[in-house]
C-alpha cells in the first residue's frame, strides 16, 4: 500500500490522524491513458469468521511486505475493513488488466521507447506520471508484483529505457523517475539480486551521471554508494565508472565526480544536495568494499582523487557551512590521516610526506639499502633513466604506474580488488622469480640431457637420411632405367609395325603381280618372292642402269622433310612458284633501308604480317620516299642507343672533366628500368643467374617469387635479333641489356625457367590440392556409412510424417536440405524453442548415441568449402605443367652435341618428373575415387548426381551440424535458466513457510521482510549515520585532547539517549551488515 503523509484527506488512506480509522469506500483503477479513476469498493462476498479472517489477512499483510509500525497500524483496523481491504487486494490480484500487474506498465514503457518523435511537455507529464506509478507500485505491491515483473524481464525494460532515451528524455523527471524504479526495486532482496546479477546493470545505471538534472544525478549516486556497501558490489561500481569513463570520453574515471564537486549551480539546496551526494559516495568507494582492511586499496584509490585536485575542492566545499556535508568531508579528511599515521608507522616514521618526491625515495631508500633488493632497486632506476624523452614516453611511464598498481593491490590468489590492466597473475611470477636460481639450473640440465638425446637423434636421423638417400639414388636410377628400356622398347615397337606395314605392302604388290599375269622370271621378282616368302624386307632398289635400258626414273631430291614428294603426273609440268618467287611463310622482298651510322632506339611496335598487306593500305605505301627526304644524320643523333647527358656537351664540344663511357640500350625504357629493380633486389650477375638457370637451381639461390618475376623478363625474338646487330658492342650495353643478351645465350631459357618454376610450385600446387581431395573422399565415406545420421533422418522423418499429417505427410523421405529448415518451426509455448531444440532433448534422452552426431561426420566441414571445378582445373594445370617438362626433354635430349658446361636441365627435370608423375597419378586416382565415393553418398540420399556439388552437398551437413551444436548451447542455458528460476522459486516458498510458521495476528517482524532496507541504507549514506561506527573508532585512535563535549555530541548523533539505534545501526541490521561490514541479505543470504 503506499504510504501518506497526511492525516486525512486522502485516497484509500489507512493510517490517517483521526482516533477512529476512516472507512475505505473506494479504490484505484485504471482510467486509461494513463491516468487514475476512483471505483467504489464492493464486499462480493460475507466476512468469514473473525478466526479465518485474521488468518488472511496475516497472509494479505505478509505479502505486503510492510515495515513493523505500519504492520501494527493495520492489525489495529477494524474487522469490517481488514475484510474490505483483503477483498480489495485479491480483486487486484486476481485481474490480470489491473495495475496490480506488471504487464501494464511494461507495456506502456515498451511503446514509449518505440516513440521516436519529440514528446510535447505533456506527454512528458503523463510519462512521468507512468513511470512513477510503476515505482509506486514496485515499492507498495505484493512480493508477487517484484516476481512476475522479474520474470517479463522488467528489468530489461527499464535498462532499456536508460540506454535509448534522446537528450530532452535524458534531462526530463522521466529520467529520475526511471532511476527512481530501480532504486524501488533495489529495496527488495530479489530485486537487489537480479540488479547485480545482470551483467550490465550497474554500468547503465552510472551512465545517467552524465545528465545535467541534479535529482537525477543524487539518485544514481546513491544507487552506486548503497551497491559499494553491499557483497560483491564495490568491484561492479569501480567497473561501471571505468565503463562511463569510456562512456563519457573522459580522461579519468571520477572526473566528472571532482567537476561536480567543484562547479556552482546556483541553487543553495540543489548544490549541497549534490556535493553531499559525491562526498558519501566517496567515502564509500575509499572506505568500504576492497578498502575496509586494504590500507594500499584506499591509499590508491585517494591518490586519483587528489590527483583531480580533490583537497582545494574540500577547503573551497567548507565555506557552504553545511552540517552534513560537513561530516562527509571531515570523514574524508579524519581517513585520510589515519591511512598515513599507517603507513609512517611501517616505517618506523611519524610522517610521510607523500607530496614530496624527495621525501618518498629517501623512505625507500632507507627501507631497501640494506637489503638483496637494493641492486635491483639500481637497476630499476638506471632503466628509468634510459626512458625515452620524446614521443610516446609518457605511456612507458603509464604502462609502469599500472603494473606497480596492479602488483601492490592484487590479493594473493590473484584476485583484482580494482580495475585490472593486465591479466596477470603476480603470485605466480614472484613465486618463479624467488625459484629464478634454482628453475635456472633444473632447466639447464634438462636441457643438457635434451641436447644429448637431440644429437643422438641427430646422428640417428642423419644415418637413416643417408640410407634414404642411397635408396632414392638407387631407386631414381632404376626409375631411369626403366624409363629408357620402355623408350627403346616403344622405339622398337614402331620399328617393327613399320617394317610390319611394310612388309604388307609388298605382299599386296606381290599378290597383284600373280593375279595380274605380270610376273616375270627376272632376278628381281624372283628375289622378291623370295624374300617375301621368308617374311624378309624388300631391299632398296639398284642404281640406275646406262642410258639405253628401261628403267625407272631416279627418286627426287629430298624435300623439306626429309620425304621424297610425289613426282608429278606424266606430261604435266611442275607447279609455278608463288608469287614474288617466296615459299609460303618466307620473309617479303627485301626493303633498300639504310644503315644508321650508330646504333638506334628500338621503336616498340607491332608489325603485321606479310600475308596480311595484300589487300590494304601497307601495299601501296612506299616508305623508301620518306627515308630519302629525312635527315638521317640527325634522327641517327637524336635516337641514338647511346645513353647521354646533356651536361656533357657544352658550347658545341664534349666536357672532357669527369667523363663517363657510353651506355648502348636498345630495348624499351620502362621495361629496362622495371628490369634493373628486379635485378638489384635478386643481388646476383648475370653468370651467377646463367649458371644457376643451367644447373636448375640446385644452389637454392632463385627465390620462387623471384622465378616470377624473371619470367616477365624473358628475351624476345626482336629484342634477341637486336642484340644479334650490335654484337659487337656488347661492352657498353645498358645493365637490363646486358642481362636479356646473355640470358638470350641461354637454349630455350624461357622454356628452362617455365620448369624450374614449375619444379619449385609443384609441392605447393599439390598440398593445396590434395586436402581438398581427401576431405571430399573423408566426408563422403563418413555420410555413406554413418548410422548416426540414418537414424537422425529416420527421426525426422517420423517428425515429418506426424507433423503434417494428410496431403503433406505420408512421405518415404525428403530432401537434405529439409534439414536445414528443422529450425525454422517455432514452438507454441516457449517462442525461443525450435523444433531442432525438442529433438535435441529427445535425443539426449532416448536416443544418446545420435546425440553426439557430429563426431562421426567431422569431415563435412571441410568439404564443403571444396569446389570440385576449380580442384578439377587446378589439377589439369599441374598435368599441362608436366607435359610441358616432358616436351621439353624431349627437346634437350634430341639436341645435338653435348650439353653446355654446367647444364643439369636433363639429370634434374628427369628425376623431378618420375617422381613428380607418380604423387600426381596417386592424386588423380584419389580424385577419381572421391568423385566415384560421391556420387555413391549423392545417390544413397536420394539427390540428383548431375546437379549435385560438395559445396551444395556437404554445405548443406555443415550448416546443419552448426545449429545442431549451437542448439546445444541453447538447451544448456536454457536449463542454467530453469534451474535459477526454480532455485529461486524455491527459496519464495522457504519464506513463505517460514512467514506462515510465524505467530499470526499482531506483532511485528524485525527479522522478516525487508522492503525499504535499501532506502533505509542510503538514507543512512547521505547523512553520513553510516560512518560512525568508524569515525568513533579512528576518534579513539587518534588519543588526542578533544573536549569530552564534542566526543559526546559525535556519539550522540550515531545513538540516542534512550537506547534505540541509531538510523545506520537499523539500515545495516535490515541489510545484514555489521558494524562496518559488508552487506548480507539476513532472509536469503543473496544481495
Same mark, same amino acid.
Given at each position: ?536 624386307? #624388300?631391299?632398296?632398289? /639398284?642404281? &640406275?642402269? $646406262? =642410258?639405253?635400258? !628401261?628403267?625407272?626414273? %631416279? +627418286?627426287? *631430291?629430298? @624435300? #623439306?622433310?626429309?620425304? /621424297?614428294? &610425289?613426282? $608429278? =603426273?606424266?606430261? !604435266?609440268?611442275?607447279? %609455278? +612458284?608463288? *608469287?614474288? @618467287? ?16 650508330? +646504333? ?488
Amino acid at each position: 500500500m503506499p504510504r501518506k503523509r497526511g492525516g486525512g484527506g486522502g485516497l484509500c488512506g489507512c493510517f490517517g490522524g483521526g482516533d477512529e480509522p476512516p472507512s475505505i469506500t473506494f479504490g484505484i483503477v485504471d482510467g486509461g491513458d494513463g491516468g487514475m479513476l476512483l471505483h467504489p469498493m464492493e464486499v462480493a462476498e460475507p466476512m468469514p469468521p473473525l478466526d479465518e479472517l485474521n488468518i488472511k489477512f496475516a497472509e494479505l499483510v505478509d505479502e505486503l511486505d510492510l515495515t513493523a509500525e505500519h504492520r501494527e497500524r493495520m492489525f489495529d483496523l477494524p474487522p469490517e475493513k481488514k475484510w474490505q481491504i483483503y477483498c480489495s487486494k485479491k480483486r487486484e490480484q486476481e485481474d490480470p488488466n489491473s495495475l496490480a500487474w506488471p504487464v501494464y506498465y511494461l507495456d506502456k514503457m515498451k511503446v514509449v521507447m518505440e516513440d521516436i518523435i519529440t514528446p510535447t511537455e505533456e506527454e512528458i507529464e503523463n510519462r512521468t506520471k507512468l513511470v512513477d506509478s510503476l515505482k509506486t507500485a514496485l515499492r507498495t505491491q505484493p512480493m508477487r508484483f517484484v516476481i512476475r515483473f522479474l520474470d517479463l524481464d522488467g528489468l530489461s525494460v527499464l535498462l532499456d529505457f536508460l540506454e535509448r532515451m534522446d537528450y530532452e528524455t535524458m534531462e526530463s523527471p522521466i529520467h529520475t523517475a526511471c532511476i527512481g524504479c530501480i532504486k524501488a526495486l533495489m529495496n527488495n532482496s530479489l530485486g537487489r539480486a537480479n540488479v547485480l546479477a545482470h551483467p550490465t546493470a550497474i554500468n547503465t545505471i552510472a551512465q545517467s551521471l552524465s545528465t545535467e538534472n541534479v535529482k537525477t544525478k543524487i539518485a544514481v549516486l546513491e544507487i552506486l554508494g548503497g551497491v559499494c556497501l553491499v557483497p560483491g558490489g564495490h568491484k561492479k561500481v569501480l567497473d561501471s565508472m571505468c565503463h562511463y569513463q569510456n562512456y563519457s570520453s573522459e580522461r579519468t574515471r571520477f572526473q566528472r565526480l571532482v567537476h561536480d564537486l567543484d562547479r556552482s549551480t546556483g541553487r543553495y539546496r540543489e548544490e549541497v544536495n549534490l556535493k553531499t551526494a559525491v562526498m558519501s559516495f566517496i567515502n564509500a568507494v575509499i572506505k568500504y568494499g576492497a578498502g575496509e582492511d586494504n590500507l594500499e586499496f584506499r591509499i590508491h584509490l585517494r591518490y586519483e582523487f587528489l590527483m583531480l585536485g580533490i583537497q582545494p575542492v574540500i577547503d573551497k566545499m567548507r565555506s557552504l557551512e553545511n552540517a552534513t556535508l560537513d561530516r562527509h568531508l571531515d570523514f574524508f579528511q579524519l581517513v585520510r590521516n589515519e591511512d598515513e599515521r599507517e603507513l609512517a608507522k611501517r616505517f618506523d616514521m611519524v610522517h610521510v610526506d607523500v607530496r614530496s618526491a624527495n621525501s618518498m625515495f629517501d623512505v625507500i631508500k632507507k627501507k631497501i639499502a640494506h637489503t638483496q633488493a637494493y641492486p635491483n632497486f639500481l637497476s630499476l632506476l638506471q632503466h628509468f633513466l634510459l626512458l625515452p624523452n620524446k614521443g610516446s614516453s609518457i605511456y612507458h611511464w603509464s604502462l609502469v604506474d599500472r603494473l606497480v598498481q596492479q602488483i601492490v593491490l592484487q590479493y594473493e590468489d590473484g584476485m583484482d580488488p580494482d580495475v585490472s590492466p593486465f591479466d596477470i597473475n603476480f603470485k605466480d611470477v614472484i613465486e618463479k622469480v624467488i625459484n629464478q636460481d634454482i628453475i635456472r639450473q633444473r632447466k639447464a640440465e634438462e636441457k643438457e640431457k635434451e641436447c644429448e638425446e637431440l644429437k643422438k637423434e641427430l646422428e640417428r636421423k642423419e644415418r637413416e637420411l643417408d640410407n634414404k638417400n642411397q635408396e632414392k639414388e638407387d631407386a631414381m636410377s632404376a626409375l631411369n632405367s626403366v624409363q629408357e628400356k620402355y623408350e627403346r622398347q616403344a622405339i622398337e615397337l614402331q620399328e617393327a609395325k613399320r617394317i610390319s606395314d611394310h612388309f604388307q605392302a609388298q605382299l599386296a604388290e606381290v599378290k597383284a603381280m600373280l593375279s595380274s599375269g605380270k610376273f616375270t622370271n627376272s632376278s628381281t621378282d624372283d628375289e622378291k618372292v623370295m624374300n617375301v616368302m621368308k617374311g624378309g624386307i #624388300v631391299p632398296p632398289p /639398284p642404281a &640406275p642402269l $646406262p =642410258p639405253g635400258n !628401261v628403267a625407272p626414273p %631416279p +627418286p627426287p *631430291p629430298p @624435300g #623439306v622433310f626429309g620425304g /621424297p614428294p &610425289p613426282p $608429278p =603426273p606424266p606430261g !604435266v609440268p611442275g607447279a %609455278p +612458284p608463288p *608469287p614474288g @618467287g617466296m615459299l609460303l611463310g618466307m620473309p617479303g622482298k627485301k626493303r633498300n633501308i639504310p644503315k644508321p651510322s650508330n +646504333p638506334l632506339k628500338s621503336f616498340n611496335w607491332s608489325k603485321l604480317p606479310e600475308t596480311q598487306v595484300k589487300d590494304t593500305i601497307w601495299h601501296d605505301i612506299d616508305d623508301a620516299k620518306v627515308l630519302k627526304i629525312m635527315d638521317l644524320t640527325d634522327f641517327d643523333k637524336e635516337f641514338s642507343a647511346y645513353q647521354r647527358s646533356q651536361a656533357d656537351e657544352e658550347d658545341g664540344y664534349v666536357s672532357f672533366k669527369s667523363k663517363k663511357p657510353k651506355e648502348l640500350s636498345v630495348i624499351d625504357g620502362r621495361r629496362a628500368q622495371n628490369c634493373v629493380i628486379l635485378l638489384s633486389k635478386l643481388k646476383l650477375t648475370n653468370k651467377e643467374i646463367s649458371a644457376a638457370v643451367l644447373n636448375m637451381d640446385q644452389g637454392e639461390d632463385l627465390p620462387r617469387d623471384m622465378l616470377e618475376q624473371l619470367l616477365k623478363y624473358v628475351p624476345t625474338t626482336e629484342e634477341t635479333s637486336l642484340f644479334k646487330e650490335h654484337d659487337s658492342a656488347i661492352d657498353s650495353m645498358a645493365r637490363a641489356d646486358r642481362f636479356l643478351y646473355d640470358m638470350s645465350k641461354i637454349s630455350h631459357y624461357e622454356q628452362r625457367l617455365k620448369c624450374l618454376y614449375f619444379k619449385k610450385k609443384f609441392q605447393e600446387r599439390m598440398n593445396d590440392c590434395k586436402p581438398k581431395v581427401e576431405a571430399v573422399l573423408k566426408a563422403s565415406k563418413e555420410v555413406y556409412s554413418s548410422k548416426k545420421l540414418r537414424r537422425l533422418l529416420e527421426i525426422v522423418l517420423a517428425f515429418g510424417n506426424y507433423m503434417n499429417r494428410g496431403a503433406r505427410g505420408n512421405a518415404s523421405g525428403f530432401k537434405v536440405s529439409s534439414l536445414n529448415k528443422i529450425m525454422d518451426t517455432k514452438s507454441s509455448v516457449h517462442r525461443q524453442l525450435t523444433l531442432l531444440h525438442y529433438l535435441l532433448e529427445m535425443l539426449e534422452k532416448k536416443f544418446p548415441e545420435v546425440y553426439s552426431l557430429e563426431d562421426e561426420i567431422p569431415s563435412v566441414h571441410e568439404a564443403a568449402r571444396v569446389n570440385l571445378q576449380e580442384l578439377e582445373k587446378d589439377i589439369g594445370q599441374i598435368k599441362l605443367g608436366l607435359k610441358d617438362i616432358e616436351k621439353e626433354l624431349e627437346f634437350q635430349k634430341n639436341q645435338a652435341g653435348p650439353p653446355k658446361k654446367g647444364d643439369k636441365f636433363i639429370q634434374v627435370m628427369s628425376d623431378f618428373k618420375t617422381i613428380a608423375s607418380v604423387s600426381f597419378s596417386r592424386l588423380t586416382d584419389q580424385l577419381a575415387q572421391a568423385k566415384e565415393k560421391f556420387v555413391k553418398s549423392v545417390k544413397l540420399f536420394g539427390e540428383d548426381t548431375q546437379k549435385s556439388t560438395p559445396e551444395e552437398f556437404f554445405g548443406t551437413f555443415n550448416e546443419f551440424l552448426q545449429s545442431f551444436s549451437e542448439a546445444k548451447v541453447d538447451i544448456e542455458n536454457f536449463r542454467k535458466q530453469r534451474e535459477m528460476e526454480e532455485k529461486r522459486a524455491k527459496i519464495e516458498a522457504e519464506r513463505l513457510a517460514n512467514q506462515k510458521k510465524k505467530k499470526k495476528g499482531k506483532g511485528g517482524q524485525p527479522g522478516g521482510p525487508n522492503n525499504g532496507e535499501f532506502d533505509d541504507l542510503i538514507s543512512a549514506l547521505r547523512t553520513g549515520d553510516v560512518f560512525n561506527d568508524d569515525m568513533t573508532k579512528m576518534q579513539k585512535k587518534r588519543k588526542k585532547s578533544v573536549p569530552q563535549k564534542n566526543l559526546v555530541q559525535r556519539q550522540t548523533n550515531g545513538s540516542n539517549g534512550n537506547g534505540r539505534k541509531s538510523t545506520a545501526e537499523m539500515s545495516r541490521e535490515r541489510v545484514g551488515l555489521k558494524p562496518g561490514g559488508a552487506v548480507r541479505d539476513t532472509r536469503t543470504g543473496a544481495f
